[in-house]
């Protein structure tokens, strides 16, 4: 194949390592285009990546050119533990006098706060797909799941006892909503891999050198990209973090409560990711 033949598409997930390929490749190459940047591709594009790189756009823009889809994943419970802390840096930024910032308070929220929102990994790739509303409204396997996770946390799911004086949380009511959100993110995973992320031509994951992966990928294909060798890393959220004497909280940090519930909401990222796993760890 020629240089322009192949183009690469990259759907950046958030916290998955993607910032480091990015930084690598995007100030010495007119052929990368950087999506979140609001660069749009051209015939002379050979790299595509960003957080809002639509999966199924390009193969119409440029049916002469052969798409491959490339992308990094992260095991889930890392990824989750990776959010918080760097959204606690995000906080530190807009207002350095905050102070640390509770883990169930930010994880029952999570889904709504600002000023990053948190999706799952299969989520981010059924959203980046460019036909996700049309399957949405014919097949209606994308419900959303926030409405029910947002339903568990309001104080509805509290039983008052005037007499006893006394709160509980109402288990059978609790239960329900659990049920439905697991058959609402079942029907998400599954749709995401039928429809989008088993046809990748590669996923790797950040536990691989993703470094060395991206640059032989891109080698691979001819993308004739050059890579600023200096950057191998990007990751400043433990730096920010302990110049302003806060620990970046790891899993093992949690109470076994916080555990099980990190657990129990990403039941099916983890199947997701174990899935995608199978397929491409080599």
């Given at each position: 194949m020629t240089l322009r033949d192949n183009l690469i598409v990259f759907p950046h997930c958030p916290k998955t390592g993607g910032t480091t390929l990015k930084e690598r490749y995007q100030y010495d190459n007119i052929g990368f285009v950087n999506t979140d940047l609001g660069e749009e591709a051209t015939h002379d594009t050979?790299?595509?990546f960003g957080h809002s790189a639509q999966v199924g756009y390009y193969e119409t823009c440029f049916p002469k050119k052969n798409i491959?889809?490339?992308?990094?994943?992260?095991?889930?419970?890392?990824?989750?533990?990776?959010?918080?802390?760097?959204?606690?840096?995000?906080?530190?930024?807009?207002?350095?006098?905050?102070g640390d910032i509770d883990f169930y308070l930010w994880f029952i929220n999570k889904d709504i706060i600002r000023p990053m929102l948190v999706v799952k990994q299969y989520e981010y790739y059924m959203g980046q797909h460019v036909n996700r509303m049309i399957w949405e409204h014919e097949q209606e396997v994308f419900t959303s799941t926030h409405g029910i996770i947002n339903n568990r946390y309001l104080n509805t799911m509290l039983k008052w006892d005037a007499i006893a004086q006394s709160v509980s949380i109402d288990r059978e009511r609790e239960a329900i909503l659990i049920a439905q959100q697991n058959n609402a993110e079942c029907k998400n995973m599954n749709a995401t891999w039928d429809n989008i992320?088993?046809?990748?031509?590669?996923?790797?994951?950040?536990?691989?050198?993703i470094v060395e992966v991206f640059d032989g990928l891109l080698d691979q294909y001819n993308t004739g990209?050059?890579?600023?060798?200096?950057?191998?890393?990007?990751?400043?959220?433990?730096?920010?973090?302990n110049r302003n004497n806060l620990s970046y909280i790891e899993f093992e940090d949690l109470s076994?409560?916080?555990?099980?519930?990190?657990?129990?909401?990403?039941?099916?990222?983890?199947?997701?990711?174990?899935?995608?796993?199978?397929?491409?760890?080599?």
């Open positions: 050979r790299v595509v491959v889809y490339i992308t990094c994943m992260r095991d889930p419970v890392s990824r989750m533990m990776s959010m918080y802390n760097f959204f606690k840096t995000q906080m530190l930024y807009f207002n350095p006098a905050i992320i088993k046809d990748f031509d590669h996923v790797f994951f950040q536990d691989d050198n990209m050059i890579a600023q060798t200096d950057m191998v890393r990007t990751n400043e959220t433990s730096y920010d973090l076994d409560d916080n555990q099980h519930m990190v657990n129990e909401d990403l039941k099916y990222d983890i199947e997701f990711y174990n899935r995608c796993k199978d397929k491409w760890k080599h």
